[in-house]
């Protein structure tokens, strides 16, 4: 059975920084590619990144390049999304999941397990 744990969220500031954690059991997690995703109240699931098996290849939304940056150690079996800079608009629960499907990496469908999420606050 996959679990997926999120860890790390919180509140903070505009301009702030918080790195997001996802811990993965179930499977071998170096076969599989990751992403995050996030949903702020009122609004449908997003994609944020996603990342490749080896962690070799990355993908951001454009809302969030140059700000978040994805990242795994497979050693450990976790996932991190390192988010600086960070904006009120970046508030929502934030997800990770796990696909094995192939097609677009931003397609929710695309993903076969997720996390319970996270909540990440950004005060102005």
């Known amino acids: 059975q996959v679990q997926l744990v999120e860890s790390g969220g919180g509140s903070v500031q505009a301009g702030g920084s918080l790195r997001l954690s996802c811990a993965a059991s179930?499977?071998?997690?170096?076969?599989?590619?990751m992403g995050w995703f996030r949903q702020a109240p009122g609004k449908e699931r997003e994609f944020v990144a996603a990342?490749?098996?080896?962690?070799?290849?990355?993908y951001y939304a454009d809302s969030v390049k140059g700000r978040f940056t994805i990242s795994r150690d497979n050693a450990k079996n976790t996932m991190y999304l390192q988010m600086n800079s960070l904006k009120p608009e970046d508030t929502a629960v934030y997800y990770c999941?796990?696909?094995?499907?192939?097609?677009?990496?931003?397609?929710?469908?695309?993903?076969?397990?997720w996390g319970q999420g996270t909540q990440v606050t950004v005060s102005s």
């Open positions: 999941a796990q696909r094995t499907r192939i097609g677009a990496t931003s397609l929710e469908a695309n993903y076969d397990y």
């Open positions: 179930g499977r071998t997690f170096s076969n599989y590619r």
């Open positions: 990342i490749s098996w080896s962690g070799g290849t990355t």
